[in-house]
């Protein structure tokens, strides 16, 4: 197994730029998850999944937008990005049932100019 | 909504000694706690959690008590190492699977 992939790794965009961020796991988990850190800050939840098809909103959901067409994948858009959305994004997936213990892909440096 | 609450923000400890972590969190039907350790430019990494069901666990000299009454649960640290030096997360499962992680507490180890 993979577990959870992260791409891009390392983005730069410009104000007002668009960009998908890919989170993929090949472990058949259920939920899904999208953080982002900031630096030397916590991690705060943007959007997640309960399961295919499903997205709900976290803390912190607005400039984003996400997808879960398939179980193994899930999306995060910027449609137009800002320069306060320059930080770390980690994608996070747990198994279900009695499994609970969150996975995380090793993260996406994003830059806003 | 939701609110997840972790102190202190800084603990410096004398190496040896212990140290302790506290997170008081809103949901009272939140079921799943665990802790994180984050070392600089990684991804945070599960290294204990509980179950409602269960008020203490330990592994080695680390250790996860639950109050539910109280909705809070703490982190212990015995014997700390220099290698323990990194910041801790709480992140409590509500009852709506959504994950708020605590701001986070950074533990120095001094020599």
């Known amino acids: 197994n993979a577990g959870v992939t992260q791409t891009p790794k390392f983005r730069v965009l410009k104000t007002g730029q668009s960009m998908t961020l890919l989170c993929a796991q090949d472990m058949n988990h259920e939920y899904m998850y999208w953080y982002r850190q900031d630096p030397g800050m916590g991690l705060r939840l943007i959007h997640y999944s309960v399961g295919e098809g499903t997205t709900a909103k976290g803390e912190v959901p607005d400039g984003y937008n996400v997808s879960r067409l398939k179980k193994q994948n899930f999306l995060l858009g910027l449609e137009s990005a800002a320069p306060s959305q320059t930080s770390v994004y980690f994608c996070?997936?747990?198994?279900?049932?009695?499994?609970?213990?969150?996975?995380f892909g090793p993260g996406t440096r994003l830059l806003v100019l | 909504g939701e609110n997840v609450e972790q102190h202190p923000s800084t603990l410096s400890v004398q190496e040896g000694d212990s140290a302790v972590i506290k997170c008081t969190y809103s949901?009272?039907?939140?079921?799943?706690f665990p802790w994180y350790k984050q070392e600089l430019g990684k991804r945070p990494q599960l290294i204990i959690d509980?179950?409602?069901?269960?008020g203490e666990k330990k592994d080695q000299r680390i250790a996860v008590t639950l109050n539910k009454t109280a909705k809070h649960f703490s982190l212990h640290i015995t014997e700390t190492q220099p290698e323990d030096s990194a910041v801790y997360f709480c992140?409590?499962?509500?009852?709506?699977?959504?994950?708020?992680f605590g701001k986070g507490t950074r533990l120095h180890i001094l020599p």
């Open positions: 949901d009272s039907a939140s079921n799943y």
């Open positions: 509980i179950r409602s069901n269960v």
């Open positions: 996070a997936s747990i198994p279900g049932g009695l499994q609970e213990t969150q996975y």
């Open positions: 992140a409590p499962r509500n009852r709506d699977d959504k994950i708020i």
